[in-house]
């Protein structure tokens, strides 16, 4: 029978017309996440480009000739060759990304040449407008010296990603869930518009900064929203559809990438295909666990009420029949003590999940698989470009793909539990990882098989640890305990590309770091305890007994112990 506030669900419904509308209002924003997150994709896009010099009227590239260079891109391939073009002056230029050198004393145009050279840096660059019409690179000249300028814009977002969701996270603990999703939400449109009329670079990268902020905060807190208003019964899908919801945001970045290709207009759309959500968000109501965990009894009740009216129930539930004890000091009787609910509420911080050494055993394995989900996923992305084809298409099917690994994923977690899915998936994707490194090179249909597999595998562990971190830890630090999950999972991310550079000392040193990190910490998740079919906690004391067998029959709950982390 089910204790606590997890009765509400059995008396008001699992995910009834309340929930269902609550929850896919909500879900709707989340595919802004996934559009902002890969926006950058395309806004940094560098073209092929070279050089430019004025008043050309011959050109010159290997076997092709022409008098415009919009003719030679097709065939023009980076490290293959300069191109040669000749000027109205007569002077001759051997142009390259980076330099372009005064053919000295030429006679003949042609495209070999043996005679003196004066070497320059550019004055000014050309770009390949074919594929990509306007993006911060052409606009800015981020390239040569300045590459590295384009480089960073992407790390910068990952941190800003980072500090969003232990901000937000520890926030909405504090002032509310509702709060937060509404903040973050109107954040989003206004910082997203100004991303597009920011004038220079830095602007640009500060406005990301805080876009990435607000995005990860809606991301952190909503996991925990959705979780709070569905019964244990659906939670597995509400939670992990929220994965398929910025799966969306993903493949409505290649669409408009593929439609758009002027990087502010671009930009716009996004920002814009989510912001009806502004218009009712509003209208969310505070999470139950929430207001009941801080003593705010009639506003549960009325909404309690509320939601037995949406559901066609009648509204006989009550507040005091939930049981709800707040971690810390009992509200036994308000009235006898005259205190309030925020003065015995006691106080928790990000030390809490470390309070004891079961604790602590705990939230170190949950970080490690938030940071190997995401360094799995970008090694694996990130390498999955070398496939070649269409950038827009490949993109999309990279959206696409990840919606079937979270409905198997979702199958599994709710027949044969979260520990036994998560934990087989992570050893997946790190024996793929290493059959990768076996594969003879001339062998690319199975090295592509393998590495798709350990995606897919990775995928599953990465959405199943949200919905598992909010069924380990207390409604009192739940949010705190995602965001900073969310936070090593953006240091996976960070570290992701520079652990793709590693190739350069091994072309399979990258798989053999994510292989063997799989492995070690997908052993570790066997001794975290099986959460399926649990309440969700409301005490620290009730989430440290998360797993235990009694010693007798009815053991008062301080002689609980753990036998798992």
């Given at each position: 029978?089910?204790?606590?506030?997890?009765?509400?669900?059995?008396?008001?419904?699992?995910?009834?017309?309340?929930?269902?509308?609550?929850?896919?209002?909500?879900?709707?924003?989340?595919?802004?996440?996934?559009?902002?997150?890969?926006?950058?994709?395309?806004?940094?896009?560098?073209?092929?480009?070279?050089?430019?010099?004025?008043?050309?009227?011959?050109?010159?590239?290997?076997?092709?000739?022409?008098?415009?260079?919009?003719?030679?891109?097709?065939?023009?391939?980076?490290?293959?060759?300069?191109?040669?073009?000749?000027?109205?002056?007569?002077?001759?230029?051997?142009?390259?990304?980076?330099?372009?050198?005064?053919?000295?004393?030429?006679?003949?145009?042609?495209?070999?040449?043996?005679?003196?050279?004066?070497?320059?840096?550019?004055?000014?660059?050309?770009?390949?407008?074919?594929?990509?019409?306007?993006?911060?690179?052409?606009?800015?000249?981020?390239?040569?010296?300045?590459?590295?300028?384009?480089?960073?814009?992407?790390?910068?977002?990952?941190?800003?990603?980072?500090?969003?969701?232990?901000?937000?996270?520890?926030?909405?603990?504090?002032?509310?869930?509702?709060?937060?999703?509404?903040?973050?939400?109107?954040?989003?449109?206004?910082?997203?518009?100004?991303?597009?009329?920011?004038?220079?670079?830095?602007?640009?990268?500060?406005?990301?900064?805080?876009?990435?902020?607000?995005?990860?905060?809606?991301?952190?807190?909503?996991?925990?929203?959705?979780?709070?208003?569905?019964?244990?019964?659906?939670?597995?899908?509400?939670?992990?559809?929220?994965?398929?919801?910025?799966?969306?945001?993903?493949?409505?970045?290649?669409?408009?990438?593929?439609?758009?290709?002027?990087?502010?207009?671009?930009?716009?759309i996004l920002t814009l295909s989510t912001s009806p959500?502004?218009?009712?968000?509003?209208?969310?109501?505070?999470?139950?666990?929430?207001?009941?965990?801080?003593?705010?009894?009639?506003?549960?009740?009325?909404?309690?009420?509320?939601?037995?009216?949406?559901?066609?129930?009648?509204?006989?539930?009550?507040?005091?029949?939930?049981?709800?004890?707040?971690?810390?000091?009992?509200?036994?009787?308000?009235?006898?003590?005259?205190?309030?609910?925020?003065?015995?509420?006691?106080?928790?911080?990000?030390?809490?999940?470390?309070?004891?050494?079961?604790?602590?055993?705990?939230?170190?394995?949950?970080?490690?698989?938030?940071?190997?989900?995401?360094?799995?996923?970008?090694?694996?992305?990130?390498?999955?470009?070398?496939?070649?084809?269409?950038?827009?298409?490949?993109?999309?099917?990279?959206?696409?793909?990840?919606?079937?690994?979270?409905?198997?994923?979702?199958?599994?977690?709710?027949?044969?539990?979260?520990?036994?899915?998560?934990?087989?998936?992570?050893?997946?994707?790190?024996?793929?990882?290493?059959?990768?490194?076996?594969?003879?090179?001339?062998?690319?249909?199975?090295?592509?098989?393998?590495?798709?597999?350990?995606?897919?595998?990775?995928?599953?562990?990465?959405?199943?640890?949200?919905?598992?971190?909010?069924?380990?830890?207390?409604?009192?630090?739940?949010?705190?305990?995602?965001?900073?999950?969310?936070?090593?999972?953006?240091?996976?991310?960070?570290?992701?590309?520079?652990?793709?550079?590693?190739?350069?000392?091994?072309?399979?040193?990258?798989?053999?770091?994510?292989?063997?990190?799989?492995?070690?910490?997908?052993?570790?998740?066997?001794?975290?305890?099986?959460?399926l079919g649990q309440p969700l906690t409301s005490t620290?004391?009730?989430?440290?007994?998360?797993?235990?067998?009694?010693?007798?029959?009815?053991?008062?709950?301080?002689a609980l112990e753990m036998n798992q982390i």
């Amino acid at each position: 029978m089910t204790t606590g506030v997890e009765r509400l669900f059995d008396e008001l419904g699992h995910f009834k017309r309340f929930q269902a509308c609550l929850y896919f209002a909500a879900i709707f924003q989340a595919i802004s996440c996934g559009i902002h997150y890969l926006a950058s994709v395309f806004l940094v896009e560098t073209p092929k480009f070279l050089c430019d010099t004025p008043n050309i009227t011959d050109i010159l590239y290997i076997n092709h000739s022409s008098t415009s260079l919009a003719d030679i891109w097709t065939h023009y391939k980076p490290g293959d060759g300069p191109v040669v073009v000749r000027t109205a002056r007569g002077d001759q230029w051997e142009l390259s990304p980076c330099l372009k050198a005064l053919r000295l004393d030429a006679i003949n145009f042609q495209y070999e040449f043996f005679g003196n050279k004066t070497v320059e840096s550019c004055g000014g660059f050309v770009y390949d407008h074919s594929e990509v019409e306007q993006s911060i690179v052409t606009d800015w000249d981020l390239v040569c010296e300045k590459e590295w300028l384009a480089k960073l814009s992407q790390p910068t977002f990952m941190l800003g990603v980072l500090v969003g969701a232990l901000v937000f996270g520890d926030v909405a603990d504090r002032i509310g869930r509702r709060p937060i999703l509404m903040a973050t939400s109107l954040c989003q449109f206004i910082f997203g518009v100004t991303v597009a009329f920011s004038g220079n670079y830095y602007l640009f990268v500060v406005m990301r900064f805080l876009l990435a902020m607000v995005s990860s905060g809606y991301l952190v807190v909503v996991f925990v929203y959705v979780t709070e208003f569905t019964g244990n019964k659906v939670r597995t899908w509400t939670s992990m559809h929220v994965h398929a919801a910025f799966a969306v945001g993903i493949m409505v970045v290649a669409l408009v990438g593929y439609l758009v290709r002027v990087w502010w207009i671009y930009q716009i759309i996004l920002t814009l295909s989510t912001s009806p959500f502004l218009l009712y968000c509003w209208k969310f109501p505070e999470t139950p666990f929430y207001l009941m965990a801080k003593g705010r009894y009639k506003e549960a009740q009325e909404l309690l009420d509320t939601m037995a009216y949406f559901n066609g129930l009648p509204p006989t539930l009550k507040v005091s029949e939930l049981n709800y004890e707040c971690d810390g000091a009992l509200l036994k009787d308000n009235k006898q003590s005259g205190g309030t609910a925020m003065e015995v509420e006691k106080r928790l911080s990000i030390l809490d999940m470390f309070g004891s050494l079961k604790m602590a055993g705990r939230s170190a394995t949950c970080w490690a698989i938030w940071f190997i989900g995401s360094l799995g996923y970008y090694v694996f992305s990130l390498g999955s470009v070398n496939l070649g084809g269409n950038q827009y298409i490949n993109l999309f099917l990279a959206g696409a793909v990840e919606i079937p690994s979270y409905l198997i994923g979702c199958f599994a977690m709710d027949r044969i539990g979260r520990k036994k899915t998560c934990a087989p998936a992570l050893l997946l994707g790190g024996v793929a990882c290493m059959l990768i490194i076996v594969v003879p090179q001339d062998i690319e249909v199975l090295a592509i098989v393998l590495s798709m597999t350990g995606k897919f595998a990775i995928a599953i562990a990465f959405g199943l640890i949200y919905l598992y971190t909010c069924e380990l830890y207390p409604t009192t630090i739940r949010s705190l305990a995602v965001g900073s999950g969310s936070m090593m999972c953006r240091v996976g991310s960070v570290v992701a590309p520079f652990c793709v550079y590693l190739a350069d000392i091994w072309i399979y040193l990258p798989q053999l770091i994510v292989g063997i990190l799989a492995i070690v910490i997908g052993i570790l998740t066997m001794f975290l305890p099986e959460t399926l079919g649990q309440p969700l906690t409301s005490t620290l004391k009730e989430a440290e007994a998360l797993g235990s067998k009694p010693k007798s029959k009815n053991p008062p709950v301080d002689a609980l112990e753990m036998n798992q982390i």
